[in-house]
Every structure is written in structure tokens, then in C-alpha cells.
């Protein structure tokens, strides 16, 4: 066995290999304390417990990285089992290593409770944003690596529990971060526990071949060795190996094979000096073997968005074996290995350790990456820098993910609308704090409920910092408090009629008061008082319809007038009872040259107000209006007959309807799918009208959705809200 103090010169020694001005005099500080402070304590094993720190160190010092990160690696446990304080870390090591200890040991108390898929973004991410040093995140995928390796010790169910959070959380996180190996070795270590029969096998029978697969590679090697030789390209390191047992699993079930019947196993790889090497290594092994077409690929030219970069082909070697090479220089090749601590040797080299501007070339490098899945990491990575999102726990260890500044209230009403109506305190990590507390990253939030509380108060919509608390709230306000509501609105209502020079008798009359509440949207008057008390429409709004509307009424009345008395002369004539009415256009729309004429809208784009419109004198049935981008509206489409039936109409400013629009949305399909976007829509206000979805063989989701909405402001509402759920690729308006 190996001694600890053999152990810590071990690791002085890695460290020396790549960075002979370390400050060793703190590292063996570091160390000391340590073994100090973690006494007499073990690990399951039976070892000293500060074998542990030492060796998760070994595997930051395999990263390469910095003597700060060596020294908080050392410490990492220190804070959490020990009576070691941030404080006193601070005194000896200086406040940044204090901070990247405090950082890992909040990621440890982080508990992942749940296995449900859609929480496992928002942990990774959760992770990423409570590293403000993206040494923090390094250090812990470290200290997760050494317990994986370690894992045999502990109880099956604790095996089966950290396995599948490594290979949901961390894996991921490594791949991310492009640390190619160390994710290998967390998928395999995880594999091992989740599917130990799966996984023997595989390692047995890879085992039972071994000798074959290395007649095998040997061969490629010493052929391809040979050749680049005889064309003089330099310094090229050609090796292969068998593929890890978990991609190997991952194929098995992907093209439900066995392992006998998994052909590519193999992988080499091939490592030169220059760009320019890559390129003839790959003019060489196309020239020795025959490739597989639609395999090769150029992450040289289009590094993939975690910073990776190599050549990638697929070959059929002798015998038929397809096996795949992949070329790269020697600094693509560390940066495959270690991916983001990669990067930190380069920067120790130009800048001091540590300290402000650490970000500044993950940024850079970030910003070059173009496509979609780039834009996904930087915007994980982001979370880190610009943060606009906060990650908080329910006590049962679910993510709540919040707008930032995110209090109590909001977490209490994104939970359920019950939880928020019935607060009457909040806890955070088990203290009390005040509703309008700032939640953090990490937090716990617990929310005492009492079925005797008093319900919202109105300054809570103000404290609220989440458009679905503030909402809910005002539900809450709506449907309890009607008779308050009422008076209230009744009031402020009154006093807006009387600064318009208006007064109630003038709009309470049979004759009226049914046209005027049409006008507003409301079946009576009450209800208009009720929303305007809790603030569902403004007084001043529905003051200056009502005027509208007995303006309207008191025309109409002079236009009928007259018109009766006509009528009533022809009626005397011919004894018959007069024709109804022509109803008037009641669209909010100006058709320009024309009025009272019939306006129906399109069918195929179902403009809403506020979008860019056109109209079509039909045949018979009107004006059609389209939106300008409609393609049956194109221009260039119109026959020369049609030419002058185009006519141009505005919304006029007294849009007030509900409109009927319809919504194409694009999705990954998934579970719970359908609850999310009926929810968005109920969140909007919006009623729907008819709801039609299908499934596409490649598995996307695709909904028709018809709805109401008053103007093309709301619909651009309701259409972001929808792109915000998770899994929606695209939210169009169909037309043509
Ligand atoms: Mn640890």
C-alpha cells in the first residue's frame, strides 16, 4: 500500500512537471493543514480520509492546473467536515482560495433528491451558475472522480445513486467543458453501477480479445508509422486504442446489437506539429485504407462547441474492419483531453494566477462558436458571468428556476398558487427571512402556509419579481376580494367619468348601457368595477371607450332618426315592417375609400392588430384583409384583373376585440409537453379555440393552435412565452 507521505511526494512531483514555480512552501502548507484538521477521520476504505484531498489534487495537477487550485482541492473538504472556517483559510491561503473552497463545498451540500429528466438541465446549469470560478466546477468534477474510483466501499444504494448523478450531472458537465477523459471515465465508472451485468460483460469480453485487438492495432500502427515516415512528416505519434466499455454500450443498445456484432471498436489517433500535417496524415490514411463516405469530418476548420478540434474519418482496415482515425496537433489534442483546464495552462504562462479577467478568453473563444449548440454552452456559461436567472431548491430538493432577484413570494406562487395565497412566513437554509429576500443560487426555500392567513397583500406584486406570481396574485384579487374589488373600482371609475365630463345617469339608461358594455367587454357593470379593483383593465381605458361609444350612439341616433321617419313614410306605403338594420363593421378597421362595407379576416394568415395589413374586395363577401407578408398578398402574385381590387386598410385606434389568430409550434417531443403550452396560453390570457398536434416519425411535435388575442403585442407575448418552454424549436404564424 501506498503511504500517504509517498502520496503527497507523488503529487509534488506531477506538479513539478509542468510548473516548476508553483508555490510548493503552500501546497505542503495546504497539505498539512489538511491532514491536521482532518485527523483521525477515515474513508470507508479504511484509509486515512486524507488520502482523499490528496489524491482529487493528483487529478487537478493531471489537469494541469494552477497552485491556488492545487491548494483549495487540498482543502476542499475542509469547510464541510472539519472545524476548519472560511475565515481561517482566508488568513493562510489568501481570500481566493478560501472562496474556491467555499464554492466546491456548496456544490457538495447541493442534494440531488430528484431523477426526473427535465430537473437535470437546470442541476447542471444550477451547478455551473454557483461557480463563479470556473475553478470551482473543475475541482469538483475532481473530487467526484476520485469518490467514483473509490465507489466499491459504499452501499449498493448509495453506488446506484451517485452513479446515476455522475453520468446525468457531471459527464455532461466534463463534456461541456471538452474534458474528453475524464468524461470517458465518469461514464464508465457510472455504467459499472448502473448496469454492473452490462458492464462485466463488455470489460470480459474485451478482456477475451484483447491480444487480437492489439495483433490488430499494432499492425495499423507499424503501416501507417511506416508511411508517414517514407513522406518525412515529422514528430507524428500514431496509436490506437479500443473504444471505452460505455460507448460500446451506448451503440449496443442504439443499433440494438451485441457486443460480437459491434464492428468499430477501434479508435487511433494520430498527433503532428502542424494544421498543415493533419491535412497530409489524412491524404496518407485515405490512401491505405478505403474510407466510408458521409464519415469524415473537419473540426479543424468547425471546432465543435466545446473547443474540441480534430480531423474525424472512418477507414475499412484488413479484413473488413471499419475502425476510426482521428488527426490533430498536439494542442488540439491536450485541449481534447483536459477541454477547459486546457486552457488555463496556456493563460498562467501570460497572466498572473487567478484574479480578474479569468473568463475573459473563455468569452473570446466562446464568442467565435457559431451554431445552435454553441450558443446552448455559452448561454450555460453565461449564467456564470451575466447572470439573469436564479436556481433554488424546494425542501425536497427540486430546481425552482426564477427570474433574478427572485424572492420568497415568487418561489411561493411558482410552486402553486395555493402556497402563495396561504404564506405567512419564509425560511431560507433554515432561517427566517423576509418576503421581499433575495433568493440565491443554491438556496433551500421553505415556505410556512396557514390556512387562516390573510391572502396577498398588494404590495406583493410590486415585491414579486416573476410575471406569473404578479399574475396569480391578481387572480387572487379577482376572484376573493369581489366586493372590495367593486367599491374600489367603482370609485376610481366614477372619478375618471366625472374628469371626462361624463356622468353615470348618462350611461345606466336600457336604452345604452347594453351597447356600452359590449363596447367594454363586460356582462355588467359590477364586473367592469370588480376589474378595474384589481386591476385587470384601468378605469381611464374603459372611461374612453364608454365616450366613444355614446358618441357613436348619439350619431346613430341622428342617422336613424332620419332614417325611421323614411322608412316609416315607405312603410305607411307599402304596409310592410321595416328591413333590419345593416350591421356596421365593428373590426376596428378603416378600409380607405370606404365605409360600413362588410371586412372579414383571412383564413390563411388571421392578422391581429398591430400587424401590417392589406385588403381584397371580394366578390360578393366584402373585404378580405391579409397581413402584408401573407404570400397570398405578395404583389407578385397579383394578376394585372386583380390589380385594383387591393386596397390599402388601417387598424383604427379603437381596436379593443379579441382576435383570432393561429400559431404553428415545432417541438422535441416529450412528456408534458402539451401541459407546459396550455399553461403558457392560460398564463397569457389567451383563449383557445382549437388545439390540433401530430407526431413526425423523426420525433418532433407539431402544434395548430387557434387563438384569441387582442393585438399583435399580446400575440408576440404569448409566442415568447411559448418559445421559453423547454424543447420548443420554433413558434411561427402560418400564412399562404
Ligand atoms: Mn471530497
Not at 393 to 415: C, E, H, Q
Not at 677 to 704: E, R, Y
Request: proline residues 4%.
Amino acid at each position: 500500500m501506498v503511504s500517504v507521505e509517498e502520496r503527497y511526494e507523488h503529487l509534488e512531483k506531477t506538479i513539478r512537471g509542468y510548473n516548476i514555480s508553483a508555490d510548493f512552501a503552500q501546497i505542503k502548507a495546504a497539505y498539512v493543514y489538511a491532514r491536521e484538521h482532518h485527523g483521525a477521520q477515515m474513508r470507508r476504505d479504511g484509509t486515512p480520509y486524507i488520502t482523499h484531498p490528496l489524491q482529487v489534487a493528483q487529478i487537478v495537477a493531471e489537469m494541469r492546473l494552477d497552485s491556488e487550485s492545487i491548494i483549495a482541492a487540498l482543502l476542499h473538504d475542509c469547510i464541510e467536515d472539519t472545524d476548519s472556517t472560511y475565515e481561517d483559510i482566508a488568513k493562510r491561503f489568501g481570500v481566493t482560495v478560501a472562496d474556491v473552497v467555499d464554492g466546491v463545498t456548496k456544490l457538495t451540500r447541493v442534494k440531488y433528491s430528484t431523477m426526473e429528466e427535465e430537473q437535470m438541465e437546470n442541476l447542471r446549469k444550477m451547478l455551473f451558475a454557483m461557480s463563479r470560478d470556473i475553478r470551482v466546477i473543475l475541482i469538483k468534477i475532481a473530487d467526484r472522480l476520485h469518490n467514483m474510483r473509490t465507489m466499491e466501499y459504499q452501499t449498493p444504494a448509495k453506488q446506484k445513486k451517485k452513479a446515476f448523478e455522475t453520468m446525468e450531472i457531471y459527464a455532461p458537465i466534463a463534456h461541456r467543458l471538452g474534458m474528453q477523459k475524464v468524461k470517458w471515465e465518469l461514464e464508465d465508472l457510472s455504467l459499472k453501477y448502473l448496469d454492473p451485468v452490462a458492464y462485466d460483460d463488455i470489460c470480459k469480453k474485451l478482456e477475451a480479445a484483447s491480444d487480437e485487438h492489439d495483433q490488430f492495432m499494432s499492425a495499423v500502427q507499424s503501416e501507417v508509422n511506416a508511411r508517414l515516415e517514407e513522406l518525412g512528416i515529422p514528430h507524428a505519434t500514431v496509436y490506437g486504442r479500443v473504444k471505452h466499455p460505455y460507448s460500446i454500450y451506448r451503440k449496443m443498445y442504439a443499433q440494438e446489437k451485441t457486443m460480437d456484432e459491434v464492428y468499430d471498436l477501434f479508435a487511433f489517433r494520430v498527433l503532428v506539429d502542424t494544421v498543415s500535417d493533419c491535412y497530409n496524415v489524412l491524404g496518407v490514411i485515405h490512401d491505405l485504407y478505403k474510407p466510408i463516405l458521409g464519415r469524415f469530418k473537419d473540426y479543424i476548420a468547425t471546432p465543435k462547441p466545446n473547443m474540441y478540434q480534430s480531423l474525424h474519418t472512418t477507414v475499412i482496415g484488413e479484413e473488413g474492419i471499419p475502425f476510426e482515425v482521428q488527426i490533430r496537433t498536439y494542442d488540439m489534442h491536450a485541449i481534447a483531453e483536459y477541454g477547459v483546464a486546457a486552457h488555463w495552462k496556456y493563460k498562467q504562462g501570460i497572466k498572473k494566477e487567478g484574479g480578474e479577467g479569468t473568463y475573459e478568453w473563455i468569452r473570446r473563444l466562446l464568442e467565435n462558436q457559431e451554431d445552435a449548440d454553441a450558443e446552448e454552452f455559452i448561454h450555460s456559461l453565461k449564467i456564470d458571468m451575466f447572470s439573469d436567472e436564479v436556481f433554488v431548491f424546494t425542501p425536497r430538493g427540486d430546481v425552482i428556476n426564477l427570474p433574478a432577484g427572485a424572492t420568497p413570494i415568487d418561489f411561493a406562487y411558482s410552486i402553486h398558487s395555493a402556497i402563495g395565497n396561504t404564506m405567512v412566513g419564509a425560511k431560507v437554509n433554515g432561517r427566517m427571512v423576509g418576503f421581499d429576500y433575495q433568493l440565491h443560487n443554491g438556496d433551500i426555500v421553505e415556505i410556512n402556509t396557514s390556512p387562516s392567513a390573510h391572502g396577498p397583500s398588494r404590495d406583493w406584486m410590486k415585491t414579486a419579481k416573476s410575471s406569473e406570481a404578479r399574475s396569480k396574485i391578481r387572480q387572487w384579487f379577482k376572484r376573493e376580494r369581489r366586493e372590495e374589488n367593486i367599491a374600489q373600482g367603482r370609485a376610481s371609475f366614477e372619478s375618471e367619468l366625472k374628469h371626462a365630463g361624463l356622468s353615470l345617469s348618462q350611461i345606466t339608461p336600457p336604452n345604452v348601457l347594453p351597447s356600452i358594455l359590449k363596447r367594454v367587454s363586460f356582462q355588467s357593470l359590477d364586473e367592469m368595477y370588480a376589474a378595474i379593483g384589481y386591476g385587470g383593465c384601468t378605469a381611464l381605458k374603459a372611461v374612453n371607450r364608454i365616450r366613444d361609444e355614446l358618441l357613436q350612439i348619439s350619431r346613430a341616433a341622428a342617422v336613424e332618426k332620419a332614417s325611421q321617419e323614411a322608412a316609416a313614410a315607405k312603410e305607411a306605403q307599402e304596409g310592410r315592417p321595416p328591413a333590419p338594420q345593416k350591421s356596421k363593421s365593428e373590426k376596428g378597421l378603416i378600409v380607405e375609400g370606404l365605409s360600413n362595407c362588410l371586412v372579414k379576416f383571412s383564413k390563411c394568415c388571421t392578422p391581429v392588430p398591430g400587424d401590417a395589413i392589406v385588403g381584397f374586395i371580394t366578390r360578393g363577401y366584402g373585404v378580405s384583409v391579409h397581413r402584408k407578408d401573407c404570400p397570398n398578398a405578395d404583389p407578385d402574385r397579383r394578376t394585372a384583373a386583380e390589380q385594383g381590387r387591393w386596397i390599402k386598410v388601417t387598424w383604427s385606434d379603437d381596436v379593443y376585440e379579441s382576435y383570432t389568430t393561429s400559431l404553428e409550434v415545432v417541438c422535441k417531443d416529450r412528456n408534458n409537453l402539451l401541459v407546459d403550452i396550455s399553461t403558457a396560453l392560460s398564463s397569457c390570457k389567451v383563449s383557445v379555440t382549437s388545439l390540433n398536434s401530430h407526431i413526425t416519425t423523426d420525433g418532433f411535435a407539431i402544434f395548430h393552435i387557434a387563438i384569441s388575442v387582442s393585438n399583435a403585442a399580446h400575440l408576440d407575448q404569448v409566442m415568447r412565452k411559448i418559445h421559453q418552454i423547454s424543447g420548443v424549436m420554433k413558434v411561427g404564424r402560418p400564412a399562404g
